[in-house]
């Protein structure tokens, strides 16, 4: 079972921009570079939604448009999602999860996953 937590979440005037960090642990010897990583957000009164994904090459959501990069660096077992241009529409906890699969295609299935970390909150202000 791999654990992972978020960080990087705070308030943040609209126009601005975000990192925020997820760092992976409890690998038992499986490689990071063969994680799969993703985020997803959920705002107050919606569903979970996909946001990022890397693993089999980056994936991204259409709401993105751009603004958004997601990113890892292996040696620190931590993938990061830098955000711009942030609109109030993207308030909400980002949550970050882990997968044994490379495949985006998981992300079709979120609830089949179990690593996934307590959240971090963004807040844009407009």
């Known amino acids: 079972q791999v654990q992972v937590e978020e960080s990087g979440g705070g308030l943040v005037q609209a126009g601005g921009s975000l990192r925020l960090s997820c760092v992976a642990s409890?690998?038992?010897?499986?490689?990071?570079?063969?994680?799969?990583m993703g985020w997803f957000r959920q705002a107050p009164g919606k569903e979970r939604e996909f946001v990022a994904w890397s693993g089999e090459g980056t994936h991204y959501a259409a709401f993105v448009k751009g603004r958004f990069t997601i990113s890892r660096d292996d040696a620190k077992n931590t993938v990061y999602l830098q955000m711009k241009s942030l609109e109030a529409e993207d308030t909400a906890v980002y949550y970050c999860?882990?997968?044994?699969?490379?495949?985006?295609?998981?992300?079709?299935?979120?609830?089949?996953?179990?690593?996934w970390g307590q959240g971090t909150q963004v807040t844009v202000s407009s």
């Open positions: 999860v882990a997968s044994r699969s490379l495949s985006v295609s998981v992300i079709l299935s979120p609830n089949k996953l179990s690593s």
């Open positions: 409890g690998l038992s010897g499986v490689s990071f570079s063969s994680t799969g």
